[in-house]
């Protein structure tokens, strides 16, 4: 059974860092597209970054910033958040496209969903 589990979401001042774990199972996490996505209260989901075989994207919003890897021993990606700030206040999601070569930003094109880890940066 395929299953992605996301970890290391909290609370955070601005200004500080966080480490999302996306753990997957069931399947080769490392074969497919995946994506980092985020919804705040009241907002549509975004993508945030995406890992291909051809490369990473990331939004705009946080280039610079945040920093997708995997690890394809450990069947996990992960998402390193640097210098936070209140704006990307939201719950994460990883996600995984089986049937995409390239990274898409929207959420449709992924089939597997993890629930999702909240992440909140306040002072």
């Known amino acids: 059974q395929l299953q992605l589990v996301e970890s290391g979401g909290g609370l955070v001042q601005p200004g500080g860092s966080l480490r999302l774990s996306c753990a997957a199972s069931?399947?080769?996490?490392?074969?497919?597209?995946i994506g980092w996505f985020r919804q705040a209260p009241g907002k549509e989901r975004e993508m945030v970054s995406c890992?291909?075989?051809?490369?990473?994207d990331y939004a705009d919003s946080v280039k610079g910033r945040f920093s997708f890897s995997r690890d394809n021993a450990k069947n996990t990606a992960y998402l390193q958040m640097n210098s936070l700030k209140p704006e990307d206040t939201g719950l994460y999601y990883c996600?995984?496209?089986?049937?995409?070569?390239?990274?898409?930003?929207?959420?449709?094109?992924?089939?597997?969903w993890g629930q999702g880890t909240q992440v909140t940066v306040s002072s």
């Open positions: 996600a995984v496209s089986r049937g995409a070569n390239y990274c898409s930003g929207t959420v449709w094109a992924y089939d597997s």
């Open positions: 890992i291909s075989a051809s490369g990473t």
């Open positions: 069931g399947f080769t996490l490392g074969e497919y597209v």
